[in-house]
């Protein structure tokens, strides 16, 4: 009988065939496995420091991220900010390891490269509470930081932190000064820029810009920034200039009149007739700026415009800048009868703006306008009109809560 085969033949060739791709996909495989599972330090002690603060913990995430990354600079540069608000919050101190922390901070500031410094801008620009000491670094770290601060303003980089840039310039002060300089004199930069470097070089009060400044004026055809440069002149010593500041005040050009009533403050014997009657202004941070200039250069007659720029049709900001200067006016005994003329001026039904009438009511609430209306209640029976006007009169809700909150504390 003939012999049948039960297996059929397999081709041998085809067959090592398939197991070699077998074992191929078997090694890849298991290569996979081999990898870490859920998320890298990286991403935890990024997300523990920006998002929760918590500088300790997301400090051993980072020290091994900086391990494991292949790409160093972000991970660097969130371990310096970790250390950094770890020393801010006191949480090294508390926690015993305060001087490791100083010591490693100061040797990556020391250590740290621009990729690394825009890395912490990048960081930064979005508000978090790391902010401040994050920033800090950088104003620690000096003349490198100063020019990327200001290419970062020139170009318009990183525009949330823009207004924290050229106070971290003044703080840098005059070694960042020939930087400031130089941006100023190039022509890339924009005007409003130029003007904000300006007021840092006041800020800093170095005189050795002041040949710079009056080259830079000699050129420049924008009108407010030659403002700006007679303004900072002037702090800078160069009294000569304080006729042309107070005449910009009456400026038909805005912008000179934002830049002379901002430097109100640092003009010494104003007349205060010049600043009440810029006080008519219709911009309102020209205004403000004069509002805060006659905190200091007092002068009774400005009280009935101070209330009128209160109860006007300008903004919040002059109003409250108002309500600050009345209040210390009323602290310094420059007006007695405060809180009558505020009481009369909400109680008596003119002043239609629901707003107007708030902030009446925010600067009665202040302490010394609180004296006022308990000292002199036996004469002029203040509260009970307030009492009567919100029982009966007032229909806004804002200003009524306010008001209740006013009643609560004469009550007391």
Known sequence: MKKVDIIPSINMERLNCLFGILIALLTVCLGCDTKPKGPSNLSVGK?????????????????????????????????????????????????????????????????????????????????????KSGLQVLVDKGTP??????????KGRYPGLHESFT??????????????????????????????????????????AIDALK?????????????????????????????????????SDVAVRRAAAKAMVTIRDVPPETLIAGLKDS??????????????????????PLLAVLTGELSKTPKQAAIDTLEIYAANKLAKTLARDV??????????????????????????????ILATNSVYQLESKLYEYYQKTEQSEQVKTTLSQLLELLSR
């Open 215 to 251: 080259s830079l004026q000699q050129t420049t055809m924008d009108a407010g920034l030659t403002m700006e440069i007679n303004t900072t002149l002037y702090q800078l010593g160069e009294a000569a200039y304080k006729d042309a500041i107070l005449a910009g005040l009456g400026d």
């Open 343 to 372: 009481t009369t001026l909400l109680t008596d039904g003119k002043v239609s703006d629901a707003n107007s009438r708030l902030h009446l009511v925010l600067l009665l609430k202040r302490e010394p306008l609180r004296k006022q």
């Open 47 to 131: 997300s523990k420091l920006v998002d929760s603060g918590l500088a300790l913990e997301a400090v051993k995430h980072l020290e091994k991220a900086v391990q494991e990354e292949e790409k160093k600079v972000e991970p660097r540069a969130l371990l310096l900010l970790a250390y950094s608000h770890g020393l801010a919050d006191n949480s090294a101190r508390s926690h015993g390891v305060e001087a490791e922390y100083k010591n490693q901070r100061a040797q990556r500031i020391a250590a740290l490269t621009e990729a690394e410094m825009k890395a912490i801008l990048q960081t930064l620009n979005n508000p978090s509470r790391i902010r």
């Open 145 to 154: 930081a100063a020019a990327l601060l200001l290419e970062s303003l020139v």
């Open 167 to 208: 106070e971290m310039l003044f703080q840098i002060g005059s070694a960042g000064l020939p930087l400031i300089l130089e941006a100023l004199s190039a022509a890339a930069t924009p005007s409003p820029v130029k003007a904000k470097l300006v007021r840092v070089i006041a800020d800093i009060g170095d005189e050795q």
């Open 283 to 304: 911009d309102a941070a020209a205004v403000t700026d004069l509002v805060k200039a006659l905190a200091m250069h007092r002068d009774t007659a400005a009280v009935e």
